[in-house]
């Protein structure tokens, strides 16, 4: 029940698969729709509110807040757990309004908040300390305005914790340009059915079992505290066991590439629907996992070279 409860709007799972929950995605539908034709937040949280209709906790009650959490929602997209709700087009049409529209009020947007991710959001992850990868904006609204990814430790309690490296939007393109057109040269390799894949942890996972470790080193903890984290553990790799299907997600892969030719430009769309993350590492090292956990190693992007701080 525990994943339930953070399934988005509109969707609910059943046997560890995600399927259209359809009255409340019907909703998410009419909340992009009517914000793209020119209703404000404040307008379309007023309307559910008094038309009763039940937001995410299944209280009819809604705010401007509750509909912002659902037109920024990426997850509306599709990946490699949730199946699409919103399309591409819509929704960076939506986003440009809602950035259009603080621009308007004057407000500036954090450079950690998912307002300002992309759809890289959640799919960059660091190989030295585990954390997820965020957008940093620099001369925020100057002429030499730019952003870069690092890792979300780069700066931890006001000194540099971890030095990663660096990734533009333009080289995590590049990377991605080059992993899928090795699959488009050979396809053989979705082709080969490994008869037992190597044991793979997630990033979160990694980082928790981690922590559990040096408390126990340290033994700075309690009991409780101590339990409740090896819960959280146990829970994140059954999570990762269920959602992983080799043959399911390869054949989604192969589809999304049929008659595709090699990329010379980046497809958003076709990221969202086949990649499932970029580990970076600290010696410059990238690997391309694919939602199947097929892995495209460095040694395949050696033109694709990561700054550093």
């Known amino acids: 029940m525990a994943m339930q409860r953070h399934t988005p709007m509109g969707f609910r799972m059943r046997n560890g698969k995600v399927f259209f929950e359809e009255e409340k ?22 309307e559910l509110t008094a038309s009763g209709i039940l937001n995410a906790n299944n209280k009819p009650s ?20 949730y199946p699409k709700l919103i399309d591409t087009e819509i929704f960076e049409q939506v986003q440009n309004r809602r950035q259009e529209q603080r621009k308007k ?5 954090q450079p950690n908040s998912m307002n300002n991710q992309s759809s890289f959001s959640g799919r960059l992850w ?17 002429a030499s305005e730019k952003s ?13 914790h971890c030095n990663c490296g660096v990734m533009t939007d333009e080289q995590i393109k590049g990377v991605f340009i080059l992993a899928v057109n090795e699959l488009i040269k050979k396809p053989s390799l979705l082709q080969k059915k490994q008869k037992e894949l190597p044991k793979r942890y997630t990033p979160e996972y990694l980082k928790l079992d981690q922590k559990i470790k040096d408390m126990e080193i ?10 409740t984290l090896i819960f959280q553990r146990a829970k994140l790799l059954y999570q990762s066991a269920q959602i992983y299907d ?11 590439l049929a008659d595709r030719k ?7 769309e076709l990221f969202l629907q086949i990649i499932k993350q970029l580990v970076i590492y600290e010696d410059g090292r990238i690997e391309v996992e694919f939602i199947n956990g097929f892995i495209v190693h460095e040694t395949m992007l050696k033109e694709v070279k990561i700054c550093k701080q």
């Open 218 to 227: 340290n033994e700075q903890f309690s009991s409780k505290e101590l339990s």
């Open 246 to 256: 080799y043959e399911h997600q390869t054949e989604k892969i192969k589809q999304a």
């Open 25 to 46: 995605a019907n909703v998410v539908r009419k909340v992009f729709t009517d914000y793209l034709s020119g209703i404000s937040t404040y307008a379309i949280a007023r």
């Open 62 to 81: 809604w705010n401007h807040g509750s509909v912002g959490k659902i037109l920024e929602n990426v997850k509306y997209l599709g990946d490699e757990m």
């Open 262 to 268: 090699q990329q010379t430009e980046f497809n958003e």
């Open 148 to 160: 870069r990814w690092k890792c979300k430790h780069y700066i931890y309690k006001n000194r540099v």
């Open 105 to 109: 009020l004057g407000r500036v947007v």
């Open 126 to 142: 660091c190989g030295k300390c585990g954390e997820p990868f965020r957008k940093y904006i620099e001369n925020c609204g100057k």
